[in-house]
Nanobody
Framework: QIQFVESGGGLVQPGGSLRLSCAASNIIFSKYAMGWYRQAPGKQRELFATMASDGTANYVDSVKGRFTISRDNAKNTVYLQMNSLKPEDTAIYYC?????????WGQGTQVTVSS
């Protein structure tokens, strides 16, 4: 069974930083594009960062320059470094394939940006 397990969320003040991790199991991780998604209260889940199998990264404008996606294929893990956090970044953060598969959503990790 393919599984994604997110970790690293928490409460942080505006302007602060967090690093999220997503560990994948039961896949040949290096072959797949991976994505970070988030769902804010009352909003739909959105894809905001992807990393292709060749390491190419893409971001939506709202996080560009603040967030960095990376991956360690040896550890089957994708990371998200988040800097200069804003209250509007408050959401549950998830990882999945770059084209998500509904069956593989994990529980996510909560990120709350508040003073």
């Amino acid at each position: 069974q393919i599984q994604f397990v997110e970790s690293g969320g928490g409460l942080v003040q505006p302007g602060g930083s967090l690093r999220l991790s997503c560990a994948a199991s039961n896949i040949i991780f290096s072959k797949y594009a991976m994505g970070w998604y988030r769902q804010a209260p009352g909003k739909q889940r959105e894809l905001f960062a992807t990393m292709a199998s060749d390491g190419t990264a893409n971001y939506v404008d709202s996080v560009k320059g603040r967030f960095t996606i990376s991956r360690d294929n040896a550890k089957n893990t994708v990371y998200l470094q988040m800097n200069s956090l804003k209250p509007e970044d408050t959401a549950i953060y998830y990882c999945n394939f770059g084209t998500p598969v509904n069956a593989y959503w994990g529980q996510g990790t909560q990120v709350t940006v508040s003073s």
